[in-house]
């Protein structure tokens, strides 16, 4: 299935891409999350491309995309930066744009700062950067289950990897949430990338280099982060129409990234459905009818 194109942008970095379906079709652009990469939407693509054209990068840090060194190469302003470098390289005005975890952020952030260019965005469990951030300060569970972001961030955690193994990593780290079935086959691949030189350290630089403040347990801990002041003030409305898919069954990013929502974004439409954090692997079924639901190829 996959078509993979290797794409050198003027953002520095060269990225492989998966292009499928015709491109007088409606562009649409599926970015995925960690630990993963355009394999994420292995049974999404075939049927977008039936009248759609569709880009799958691997981003930045990825497989073998280019892995540049240093934390500061993977802030999300950079990520934006590749995804309008590779919409421009395929001449694509404004495309709709669906993002998965990481991929799921940038996708916010992109809507947010450059909404000319995206025609629709579609939020597969990635939570807003403001009811986010809010979230890990006002509620304990959300802030419970994101203390991994902090062990992400650790710089011993390579090393870590290194004793245990990748395999064992990968065990716990997206086997764990994923139905065996539904990834047996994948799990030679996914270890080849993350063997690539670099990769693992690339990946986790995308946790280093947001600036999401996430609190220790103890509130009352010395050093505790103060609560950000944008918090306090008035966030920019996402202008363009959002479709958020979500597994309800998500262990790391809880329902309640769903309270508050429509307060950001006006044209907002959400559809719950019966999956953990990696919709796209537990419930491709679900994925593409909610879709299909709510876009329009015209």
């Given at each position: 299935m996959d078509d993979l194109h290797s794409i050198a942008l003027p953002t520095g970095v060269t990225l492989d891409v998966q292009v499928a379906g015709n491109p007088s079709h409606p562009?649409?652009?599926?970015?995925h999350g960690f630990p993963e990469s355009h394999r994420t939407w292995r049974h999404i693509v075939p049927d977008l491309a039936q009248d759609h054209f569709v880009l799958a990068p691997d981003q930045r840090g990825y497989a073998s995309s280019s892995k540049p060194e240093g934390v500061a190469e993977y802030t999300p302003d950079k990520i934006v930066a590749d995804l309008l470098a590779l919409a421009d390289h395929?001449?694509?005005?404004?495309f709709t744009l669906v993002g998965h975890d990481w991929g799921g952020?940038?996708?916010?952030?992109?809507?947010?700062?450059?909404?000319?260019?995206?025609?629709?965005?579609?939020?597969?469990?990635a939570p807003h950067p403001f009811v986010f951030q809010r979230s890990l300060f006002d509620d304990p569970a959300q802030r419970a289950a994101s203390q991994y972001i902090t062990a992400f961030r650790n710089p011993e955690i390579e090393?870590?990897?290194?004793?245990i193994g990748l395999e064992t990593f990968f065990d716990t780290s997206f086997a764990a949430h994923v139905p065996r079935e539904a990834i047996a086959d994948e799990k030679t691949i996914y270890?080849?990338?993350?063997?690539?030189p670099g990769a693992l350290t690339a990946m986790l630089n995308w946790y280093r280099a947001s600036a999401i403040v996430v609190p220790p347990m103890d509130a009352s801990t010395d050093g505790?982060?103060?609560?950000?002041?944008?918090?306090d003030a008035p966030f920019p409305q996402t202008q363009r129409p959002v479709l958020v898919i979500w597994g309800l069954h998500d262990k790391a990013l809880l329902p309640i990234q769903?309270?508050?929502?429509?307060a950001h974004v006006p044209d907002l439409t959400i559809e719950r459905v019966d999956a953990g954090h990696f919709v796209p692997w537990e419930n491709p079924r679900a994925v593409i009818a909610a879709l299909r639901r709510n876009l329009s190829v015209s």
């Open positions: 562009p649409i652009v599926l970015l395929f001449g694509l005005t404004r952020a940038v996708a916010w952030m992109a809507a947010l700062k450059h909404p000319d260019r995206i025609a629709r965005l579609v939020i597969i469990n090393r870590h990897v290194d004793r270890l080849d990338q993350w063997s690539q505790a982060p103060e609560r950000p002041a944008f918090l769903l309270d508050g929502l429509a």
